[in-house]
Structures are given as structure tokens and as C-alpha cells.
């Protein structure tokens, strides 16, 4: 299970590179959303991982804001699609 933690945060992080790279180069607003989210997921399971003791609050409330992240990006992209 430990490898397969670590290969989550590798993907997660590079989700994180990816969406920057969309903000940045192809001008994509959506992508925004998309890297909101994973770096909230990157904070949250590294946190878990590492245990850094964060107050539960501040991980629900984290774990919440990537959850309306990534709705916002859906609904974008439905909308535009």
C-alpha cells in the first residue's frame, strides 16, 4: 500500500503540472478548476501521508473546496461543450 500511495501523489502532483500547463499555454479557464482541485488533493494526502497533525476542519473544508472545484469545472464544460 505504501508504493501505491506514493504513485497517487505522483499522479496527483502531475495533474497539478498539467492543468498549469493548459492555464498557461492554451489559455484553458477550465483548467483552473482542475488545478485547484488536485492541488487540494496533493495538500490533503500529503497531509494524511506524512501526518502533519492538521486540524480535521481544515482538511473537510479542503476536501469540500475541491469538491465544488471540480463541479464548477463539469459545469463549465457542459456548458461549453
Excluded: H, Q
Amino acid at each position: 500500500m505504501f508504493c501505491l500511495k506514493i504513485f497517487s501523489l505522483i499522479i496527483e502532483i502531475s495533474i497539478v503540472f498539467v492543468s498549469l500547463a493548459l492555464i498557461l499555454r492554451k489559455k484553458k479557464k477550465y483548467a483552473w478548476g482542475v488545478f485547484a482541485t488536485f492541488l487540494i488533493y496533493f495538500f490533503y494526502d500529503t497531509s494524511n501521508f506524512l501526518n502533519l497533525n492538521i486540524p480535521e476542519k481544515v482538511l473537510t473544508v479542503a476536501f469540500f473546496a475541491a469538491t465544488l472545484s471540480i463541479f464548477g469545472v463539469m459545469v463549465f464544460l457542459y456548458k461549453n461543450s
